[in-house]
């Protein structure tokens, strides 16, 4: 794996490595094994803000792993 060297803006920076997963994450991930992570923005059920300073920001996704691994009857492909 290679490396990735961060230019040096600050003083923690200036000797920082760290990994570059371009070889690693360069597909896309499968589509039916995402979900859209729904965000709260602070509130609760009843739509009361109960958190400040809580909201916008960047999209997410999360991806549904199967940690157990018990199905069976299928057959499956790595890519």
Request: hydrophobic letters at 30%; glycine letters at 12%.
């Amino acid at each position: 794996m290679a490396l990735k060297k961060f230019k040096p803006v600050t003083a923690g920076t200036r000797w920082r490595i760290g990994n570059a997963y371009a070889e690693v994450t360069t597909n896309v991930p499968e589509k039916s094994l995402l979900e859209t992570k729904k965000r709260t923005g602070g509130r609760n059920t009843s739509g009361h803000m109960t958190m400040r300073y809580i909201g916008g920001g960047h999209k997410k996704k999360y991806r549904i792993i199967d940690f157990k691994r018990n199905k069976k009857g299928f057959e499956a492909t790595v890519k």
